[in-house]
């Protein structure tokens, strides 16, 4: 038997094996979670953000005027998302639309992946890919909740499948496609198909193309995918431009202290932990659906630890990429290079770009899972010649035992899981009229999830504040500065600015916040929430009564009805 065609106690049994492991290990557990998101019981925190503007009742869009829902559908959503999504929601829940495709383009990335693997390493080693992919949190928290960045994973694994086998269309249709529905994979797959195509002949994957035929490609999918990107920037959203460094004493919101800017941790540290993100399937702390997890080896490890550990395989991906060299294994450099070139240049124009250590997240695991099947096998391969069957075996088994330390059950956490009291909550707001305006504390579930499953509009959420443009951070200001002198300090005059200038109907008191601790918020809020003495003022006088009567109590919870101003 040559070396081309090894027998099945070598790398075949070795990639099966861990494949069936990892599912083993973690499909009762990801299918908990699957369930628990179909069942609604688990909703991903983006989806608080781009599902409600598309939320209907009798035929009509519930947020139509809601100038937060306007804000995620015009100036965030792609237009190729916005026109899917407005389809879909004119024929159905948009809430059940969302989870069917969040399934159908995790579907999508495992096919791609399945078939990059067996390019690498047969039909064993895309099991093994899919295997190791779809039982990590970081794929489903990528796909789950059909928000723009949902359709990352599958485009990406679209663009690398392309770039690994040398057709170029599947790159130029990511970049379209990407441009379409998640820019950053537009971008991502655009710029990999201008470096693929000025290669040099033998470092390319698929058949050889001519000069002509190439810039051909590249012009075509340019001039494409900037007409779309062009009409998709011109849209009038009215929230004025992104918010630059040089304005952040203007806008804190946006600088070091405020809302986003702790993105990422330095280029080593992302680009470790990612890596390790691909084998690590904990997640935060929590619940869904019922679901219990328990933690291992990784999640055990400190991020230094977690960083040592990732650039180890690193290291050893390369040492084997530059010991074996093929032309298929170019596909997966060109990416990881793209990738790292769009990190630094996004962390040099944040936040004008993307939010850098996406391009990892989304990036490294798919190249990691796949490099690890490459170099499994070649591993088995070399060592077929030297070591009989029971040597073989042992590898294995030796192997997997480093699997087993290294690996655990995952502890799938979606942004939130709700309590009967908090549904209870929602299931009343439902009843009220439509021109009902929640306020509370933003940085409260229960508020985060009011528009998605309360079907109401509300005076501003942890979720929707997103100060990274003008015209949205002076929106959200005055709302949260309103908000914490009536809310906090219990101010009357507030409290009527509430009524008068944003149109609050209710206020959801939620005991639970405050319970022996002060409100906290990012900058430059938090310098207002330090001049108030007593933060539980507010809420007393609400309790009292003060400012309207309770119409809604469960557990821990009040909804106070404003009372009309005289």
């Not at 990059?116 to 489903?140: N, T």
Request: hydrophobic share 50%.
């Amino acid at each position: 038997m040559g070396p081309n065609r090894p027998n099945w106690l070598s790398w075949g049994a070795f990639l099966l094996a861990f494949a069936l492991f990892m599912l083993a290990m973690n499909g009762p557990d990801l299918l908990a979670y699957m369930i628990g998101y179909a069942k609604g019981l688990a909703i991903p925190g983006d989806s608080f953000m781009y599902i409600p503007p598309y939320l209907t009742q009798g035929g009509e869009l519930i947020f139509a005027n809601d100038p937060l829902a306007a804000f995620f559908r015009f100036a965030h959503a792609p237009q190729g998302y916005d026109l899917l999504f407005q389809f879909l929601a004119s024929h159905m829940d948009i809430r059940q639309a969302a989870v069917a495709i969040s399934f159908l383009i995790y579907g999508v990335t495992g096919f791609f992946i399945y078939r990059s693997g067996q390019v690498l390493a047969g039909w064993p080693g895309g099991l093994c890919a899919v295997a190791i992919l779809l039982s990590s949190v970081a794929m489903f928290s990528f796909t789950a909740g059909s928000f723009p960045r949902s359709f990352g994973p599958p485009l990406a694994a679209m663009a690398l499948y392309g770039l690994i086998t040398g057709r170029l269309i599947y790159v130029a249709a990511a970049s379209i496609l990407g441009v379409l529905f998640y820019y950053m994979v537009g971008v991502m797959s655009g710029l990999a198909l201008l470096i693929w195509c000025f290669l040099p002949a033998g470092w390319r994957a698929g058949p050889a193309r001519s000069w002509g035929r190439r810039i051909a490609i590249l012009a075509l999918t340019g001039a494409v995918s900037l007409g779309i990107l062009g009409l998709s920037l011109n849209r009038d959203h009215g929230f004025g431009p992104s918010i630059t460094d040089q304005q952040h004493e203007i806008y804190p919101e946006a600088g070091p202290e405020g809302r986003y800017w702790a993105q990422w941790h330095g280029l080593p540290q992302d680009l470790a932990l990612a890596i390790t993100t691909t084998f690590d399937h904990s997640a935060r702390q929590g619940q869904a659906g019922g679901l219990k997890g328990q933690y291992f080896a990784l999640d055990r490890l400190a991020d230094a630890h977690k960083m040592h550990l990732g650039f180890a395989l690193l290291g050893l991906f390369v040492l084997a990429m530059i010991l074996v060299r093929r032309r298929e294994l170019s596909g997966i450099v060109v990416f990881m290079l793209t990738a790292g070139l769009l990190y630094l240049a996004s962390i040099a124009l944040f936040p004008l770009m993307f939010f850098p250590k996406r391009f990892f997240q989304l990036t490294v695991p798919l190249t990691t899972a796949l490099l690890f099947v490459w170099a499994g096998r070649e591993v088995i391969l070399q060592l077929r010649p030297r070591l009989s069957q029971l040597g073989q075996a042992a590898v294995l088994l030796f192997a997997l035992a480093l699997i087993l330390i290294a690996t655990g059950r995952p502890q799938w956490s979606p942004a939130a899981t709700y309590r009967p009291a908090e549904r209870e909550v929602f299931a009343f707001v439902r009843s009220l009229p439509p021109q009902a305006v929640i306020a509370g504390w933003p940085d409260d579930k229960v508020m985060d999830g009011m528009p998605y499953l309360g079907e109401h509009s509300v005076l501003l959420n942890f979720e929707t504040h997103l100060p990274l443009r003008e015209g949205f951070a002076d929106l959200t200001r005055a709302r949260m500065q309103t908000l914490i002198e009536a809310l906090v300090a219990g101010d009357p005059e507030a409290m009527q600015r509430l009524q008068q200038d944003f149109g609050v109907t209710h206020i959801l008191v939620n005991d639970s916040l405050i319970d022996g601790r002060d409100f906290d918020y990012f900058a430059p809020f938090d310098r207002d929430l330090e001049a108030i003495a007593d933060h539980s003022a507010g809420y007393d006088l609400l309790r009292s009564g003060a400012f309207g009567p309770a119409v809604f109590e469960a557990g821990d919870m009040v909804l106070i009805e404003l009372a009309p101003q005289g």
